[in-house]
């Protein structure tokens, strides 16, 4: 075998040393017990970061039904200005204002389907909150326990008992992550479908309604009016 042949085996066992060595070293670095305790602080610094969360999905919820608020008076207040224009005279201006009132109206409607689900929404966060922190609680008492068996399986344990309640702890972690998340990502599936088909709904009733809506409140404001003339004149 030439001086060429022989290069890239003795190359090749090179690499093998080489990549061996640093298996070995990372392996003793390692500490399995470590590593789980750092994994139940992340679980506690992802608990802290979801109540900031919850803090600010209950203030958004507070704008909401300040926002419900405003709005109720403005479609009040456009209700009062359909009034006057009817006892003007000005039917066209009546509609208008009319329009407008139906516009606020539907707006008002959608922020309160919107309020229900945000309440809702609060309502999970803090039930999984509260959830999240018993079992962080109830896997910290067992820290150091858990931390020694986890080494202990690292080290080829035979203790089934150890290396089981070791896993256990890792997958009961994992599952409060994953519940976490599909929590979250239920709500927004069913916050944006729902919110789909009632745009698709409205659009369909707004079609076939065309303007009866406000043909009926412009009849009603005629006869609500032509009620109190009577009165207005047995005053004069």
Do not use: Y
Not at 19 to 31: F, G, L, R
Not at 99 to 126: F, N
Not at 138 to 148: K, Q, V, Y
């Amino acid at each position: 075998m030439s001086s060429e042949d022989g290069k890239p085996g003795l190359f090749t066992r090179m690499r093998r040393a080489i990549s061996s060595s640093v298996n070995d070293a990372m392996d003793s670095i390692s500490d399995p017990g470590q590593e789980l305790a750092l994994m139940l602080d992340d679980l506690g610094a992802e608990i802290k970061q979801a109540e900031v969360d919850l803090k600010q999905a209950v203030v958004e919820r507070k704008m909401m039904e300040r926002k419900i608020a405003e709005l109720d008076k403005k479609e009040q207040g456009w209700v009062a200005r359909a009034e006057q224009a009817v006892k003007l005279g000005d039917e066209t201006l009546a509609r208008a204002a009319l329009e407008r009132k139906v516009e606020i109206g539907q707006e008002r409607r959608d922020m309160e389907t919107a309020l229900v689900e945000q309440t809702k929404l609060v309502e999970d966060m803090g039930d999984h909150i509260a959830r999240s922190k018993a079992k962080l609680k109830s896997l910290n008492l067992r820290r150091g326990t858990l931390m020694a068996q986890a080494r202990a399986a690292k080290a080829g344990s035979n203790s089934a008992a150890g290396v089981g309640m070791a896993q256990t702890s890792r997958i009961d972690a994992i599952e409060d992550k994953i519940a976490q998340l599909e929590a979250f990502n239920d709500v927004h599936a069913e916050t944006s479908g729902g919110r789909a088909e009632e745009a698709r709904i409205d659009a369909e009733l707004r079609k076939l309604e065309g303007s009866s809506e406000l043909d009926d409140e412009l009849a009603a404001l005629k006869a609500k009016i032509a009620g109190e003339k009577p009165k207005a004149l047995k005053k004069g």
